[in-house]
């Protein structure tokens, strides 16, 4: 249910005959707004305006506070989402030495731990241009080094002086105990053995 930023709310509402929908989803119909604000007070809700551009109005009976806050937290969710998706970043040259090749790679790893997808992009310059092959190495070498969290999304592609690959995050898996945890045959308990009864004294 979409309600307006500008929405009016109990008294805010003074337009004289509204169609109401009721706290279910159900079609009241067209009543008078005094009506309609003592069946709120009745049922301890409130009339909020949904769509106030309509002939007449409409308006909902609800809980706005719960609503509110409902709304907030998913909007905070979408913001959360949105933020995870947000396309990151990291840049390689073809020479790259193997302290900057790991963090760099580093860097991937926890973009990729975040959620997030990663372009990873290597730079030629000049003439390196002419051998795609050595931009093409980095690459693979970057993919296998995160085969365990991330993979490639797609073939690398060349853009201008730039070749690029998407990573995007693997789905979590199982941890490996739970995983031989569930693989393991079930084997059956073992009984434990009776206790020896008592031998009787003959002498007794």
């Known amino acids: 249910m979409n ?35 003592n069946m709120a007070r009745e049922a301890g809700m409130d009339l909020v305006m949904v769509s106030p551009q309509a002939v007449p109005p409409v ?6 506070g719960r609503f509110r806050y409902e709304q907030q937290q998913n909007e905070k969710e979408n913001r959360k989402r949105a933020r995870a998706q947000e396309v990151k970043a990291i840049k390689f040259r073809v020479k790259i030495d193997d302290h900057d090749f790991n963090t760099k ?14 372009k990873v992009t290597i730079m030629f310059r000049g003439r390196e241009r002419t051998h795609p092959e050595l931009g093409e190495r ?60 008592p031998v009787a004294n003959a002498n007794a």
């Not at 308006?59 to 706005?64: P, Q």
């Not at 790679?105 to 990663?118: A, P, Q």
């Not at 690459?139 to 070749?163: C, Y």
């Open 59 to 64: 308006c909902r009976l609800l809980d706005y």
């Open 105 to 118: 790679t580093g860097h991937v790893r926890r973009f990729l731990e975040e959620g997030h997808k990663v």
């Open 138 to 197: 980095i690459l693979v070498r970057v993919a296998e080094s995160l085969a365990d969290i991330g993979a490639p999304e797609g073939t690398p592609s060349m853009m201008g002086m730039d070749m690029n690959m998407i990573m995007t995050p693997r789905a979590e898996k199982p941890a490996k105990k739970d995983r031989a945890a569930e693989d393991a045959p079930s084997v059956p308990a073992t009984p434990e053995p009776a206790a020896a009864e």
């Open 3 to 37: 309600i307006a930023k500008e929405h009016k709310v109990n008294e805010q509402i003074r337009v004289r005959q509204i169609r109401l929908i009721g706290a279910e989803g159900e079609q009241v119909g067209i009543i008078d707004t005094r009506d309609a604000m």
